[in-house]
C-alpha cells in the first residue's frame, strides 16, 4: 500500500469509529421505546384486581393482580397458597405457551384416538 491508501484507510477506519457511539446510542434507545411500550401495554392488560396465570418452576399459577411493579413485574395473590409473589411478563408468557402446548397434545390424543 502507498501512503495515499494508508492515509485512506486511516480515515475510513476513524469515521467508523466515530459512528459506533451513535450507532449503539440508536439501538440503545430504540430498546428503551420498546421496553416501555411493554411496560404500558402490561399495565393496561393486566390492571389491578384482573386474573392472571403465570409459569413457576413446572406448574401454572393463577391468581389475581395486586399491583404493578417495576419495569414488567406484577405483585399477584396466588389463588392456592394465599400468597402474594412478583411475577413478570416472561412468567405469563411462558403460561400461556404452555397451555397452548397442552392444548395441541391433546387435541393430537383425539384425532389419535379416533383413527
Do not use: C
Amino acid at each position: 500500500m502507498n501512503e495515499t491508501q494508508v492515509a485512506i484507510e486511516r480515515e475510513r477506519r476513524q469515521r467508523q469509529q466515530d459512528a459506533r457511539p451513535a450507532l449503539l446510542r440508536a439501538a440503545y434507545d430504540e430498546h428503551q421505546e420498546a421496553q416501555l411500550q411493554l411496560e404500558q401495554k402490561l399495565r393496561r392488560l393486566y390492571p389491578p384486581g384482573s386474573a392472571v396465570e403465570w409459569m413457576r418452576g413446572e406448574f401454572i399459577q393463577s391468581g389475581a393482580v395486586v399491583r404493578h411493579g417495576y419495569g414488567t413485574d406484577l405483585v399477584v395473590m396466588n389463588t392456592r397458597s394465599g400468597k402474594s409473589v412478583k411475577i413478570t411478563a416472561g412468567d405469563i408468557l411462558r403460561a400461556a405457551s404452555q397451555r397452548r402446548s397442552d392444548f395441541r397434545k391433546s387435541v393430537d390424543q383425539v384425532a389419535e384416538a379416533r383413527r
